[in-house]
């Protein structure tokens, strides 16, 4: 995709802080859901039995046990086998069943807080990150993309290289700042500034333009907005469908 004109791809970051504001709207998205939120009674049920069933297969085999050590019937010994046998097919199967569950809840209930779009870049500044921006000797006026507003109102600009080609020729990496278009799958577009760092001689492939996926927190679109590089292709696909329909 990158012959599209997307965007290269940024130095994976730590998006800890992203999924802290996930965990916290989940919680109060699973208190405002009420009873549509929670598990339903069948569930809760067969989640008990994960722990129930071994208890009474582990009781079982132990009393079997003895009357084997009495008798020393085989019989007895092949029904320990066969008892064992299915309940770890039983509770295998019981397990993924209960996960698979678990997972299409939260992904449901995920949809509700984190949404996707396509951010296409209208203001470019570029960096020289920490010691890179000092053995260069450059600063951040200078190593900054121009850009300027045409007469439509659309950002244009052209990245001057001297802080990232300084940079590329050292092997550095630079913090980019990027004004952003963003055209979610739901909802109306917006306009945030995000920041990344990126290896040099990605850098230079950076400009006014350039497009990708971001992901964001559908109650606060502007403030939260990351380049998203989670995605498999697939997914980035299925990103920009769905922003080319909304």
Do not use: C
């Amino acid at each position: 995709m990158d012959s599209l004109g997307t965007w290269p791809r940024p130095v994976p970051a730590d998006d800890r802080d992203f999924d802290v504001q996930v965990m916290r709207r989940l919680r109060t998205a699973s208190g405002d859901d009420g009873a549509a939120g929670r598990p339903s009674l069948g569930e809760r049920l067969g989640t008990s039995l994960l722990l129930v069933v071994p208890v009474l297969t582990a009781l079982a085999v132990v009393l079997l046990w003895q009357q084997w050590s009495r008798s020393g019937s085989l019989l007895l010994l092949a029904l320990i086998a066969v008892l064992l046998v299915a309940t770890a097919l039983w509770w295998t199967a019981r397990l993924r069943r209960a996960f698979a569950t678990a997972q299409g809840r939260l992904g449901a209930r995920l949809a509700n807080v984190v949404d996707h779009g396509v951010g296409v870049v209208r203001e470019l500044a570029l960096e020289p990150v920490g010691e890179d921006a000092a053995a260069t000797g450059s600063s951040p006026a200078s190593s900054a993309a121009s850009s300027t507003e045409d007469g439509t109102g659309e950002v244009t600009g052209e990245v001057t290289e001297n802080g990232a080609g300084s940079a590329a020729v050292d092997g550095g990496r630079v913090r980019a700042r990027l004004g952003l278009s963003v055209t979610p799958v739901q909802g109306d577009r917006f306009s945030t500034v995000v920041e990344a760092v990126y290896d040099a001689e990605a850098a230079l492939f950076l400009e006014v333009g350039s497009h990708g996926p971001v992901r964001f927190l559908r109650d606060d679109p502007e403030g939260t907005t990351v380049i998203d590089t989670r995605l498999s292709e697939e997914q980035v696909a299925q990103v920009y469908r769905g922003a080319a329909l909304n």
